[in-house]
């Protein structure tokens, strides 16, 4: 079967740096997304992989292997509005997204 | 770009109710995609329409719920009777081209409670 699994929860400190892991198992690969997710809102496009490697994208980067089924979303001198979910989503071999769960992240001062 | 429309922003109905959802999408995009989110199963894929053809609706929880996209700019779920385990919030999203393998934008979504 397709899974996505990503932590459900995270406590970081405002100004560190976290991050947030995702790993996949589903039939093929052909990308992967992050979306962030305020309580009460809307998911909001951060970053798409589909090669090997970092992509950084100013505060916030995003990590993917292919071989390890892994992506990690790496987020630099936290705020206190980055308390969010983020979501994963892999794009498998038929082109169907598939959605993980959510990492819930808090920040704390 | 007013960026993709739901209405009501909340709907709160009593069981056996009939309940409709709307959805405009951004301009100009091909693709329509209806989600359901909850604490409990997160987000689900419900439905979604390729130039106004509804192309993979087997996310469908069952007979009560139906989806149509009369036209590029509109597009409705209605679920018929209404049950308290449909409580939750329901998105609307679309994308530019004819594949969930883009950005998709979303709308603020529908909080709905059925009691």
Same mark, same amino acid.
Request: hydrophobic share 35%.
């Given at each position: 079967g397709q899974n996505i699994d990503q932590p459900t929860e995270m406590t970081a400190t405002e100004g560190a740096i976290v991050q947030i892991n995702c790993t996949y198992q589903t039939s093929g690969f052909n990308g992967l997304f992050w979306y962030q997710q305020h309580a009460g809102e809307a998911p909001t496009f951060l970053s798409y992989n589909v090669l090997d490697g970092l992509e950084?994208?100013?505060?916030?980067? =995003?990590?993917? =292997?292919? +071989?390890?089924?892994? =992506?990690?979303?790496?987020?630099?001198?936290?705020?206190?509005?980055? +308390?969010? =979910?983020?979501?994963?989503?892999v794009i498998d071999s038929n082109y169907q997204l598939i959605w993980g769960a959510g990492t819930k992240l808090i920040i704390k001062p | 770009d007013a960026g993709v429309i739901q209405s009501p922003r909340h709907e709160v109905t009593e069981m056996g109710q009939e309940v409709t959802l709307r959805c405009k999408p951004i301009s100009g995009h091909n693709s329509l995609f209806w989600y359901r989110q909850t604490m409990?199963?997160?987000? @689900?894929?419900?439905?979604?329409?390729? $130039? $106004?053809?509804?192309?993979?609706?087997?996310?469908?929880? @069952?007979?009560?719920?139906?989806?149509?996209?009369p036209n590029a700019s509109f597009s409705t779920l209605k679920i018929q009777p209404s @049950?308290?385990?449909?409580?939750?919030?329901?998105?609307?999203?679309?994308?530019?081209?004819?594949?969930d393998a883009e950005t998709q934008y979303f709308g603020p979504g529908t909080r709905l409670l059925v009691l």
């Open positions: 950084e994208k100013g505060r916030f980067s =995003s990590f993917l =292997s292919r +071989s390890k089924g892994y =992506s990690y979303l790496l987020l630099k001198e936290l705020q206190m509005k980055d +308390s969010a =979910s983020y979501l994963c989503a | 409990m199963r997160g987000l @689900e894929l419900l439905i979604y329409f390729n $130039n $106004n053809v509804p192309i993979d609706d087997s996310g469908m929880p @069952e007979d009560r719920f139906s989806a149509k996209m @049950e308290p385990r449909d409580s939750a919030v329901y998105f609307c999203a679309s994308t530019p081209g004819t594949s």
